[in-house]
Nanobody, 128 residues
Framework: QVQVVESGGGLVQAGGSLRLSCAASGRTLSSYAMGWFRQAPGKEREFVTT????????YYADSVKGRFTISTDNAQNTLYLQMNSLKPEDTAVYYCAVCDKYYSGTGHYTIPGSYDYWGQGTQVTVSS
């Protein structure tokens, strides 16, 4: 069983920065990718970014491209999301997820249903 725990959320003013962390433990060696999603009140969970372990390929939603950066430590035990130039519309609960399945393309990794393990989420609030 894989345990996923996010941390680092909080309240920040527009234009500010936050860094989220995600600690994944358990059989993470079999995972193919990890990703960040977010869910605002009354909205569906949406894709933010993903990293594929096989080649380090990263992919971002257009809404965060150029502002957010996904990274990992050398042991691939901790996933990070550096969020810069935050906007009020970035306000949401941010979730970290682990995917145990291989997909040849990147499209599948943008879909919440493709992920097998999820954290409990961390709240990010951006004030205007």
């Amino acid at each position: 069983q894989v345990q996923v725990v996010e941390s680092g959320g909080g309240l920040v003013q527009a234009g500010g920065s936050l860094r989220l962390s995600c600690a994944a433990s358990g059989r993470t060696l079999s995972s193919y990718a990890m990703g960040w999603f977010r869910q605002a009140p009354g909205k569906e969970r949406e894709f933010v970014t993903t990293i594929r372990w096989s080649d380090g390929y990263t992919y971002y939603a257009d809404s965060v491209k150029g502002r957010f950066t996904i990274s990992t430590d050398n042991a691939q035990n901790t996933l990070y999301l550096q969020m810069n130039s935050l906007k009020p519309e970035d306000t949401a609960v941010y979730y970290c997820a682990v995917c145990d399945k291989y997909y040849s393309g990147t499209g599948h990794y943008t879909i919440p249903g493709s992920y097998d393990y999820w954290g409990q989420g961390t709240q990010v609030t951006v004030s205007s």
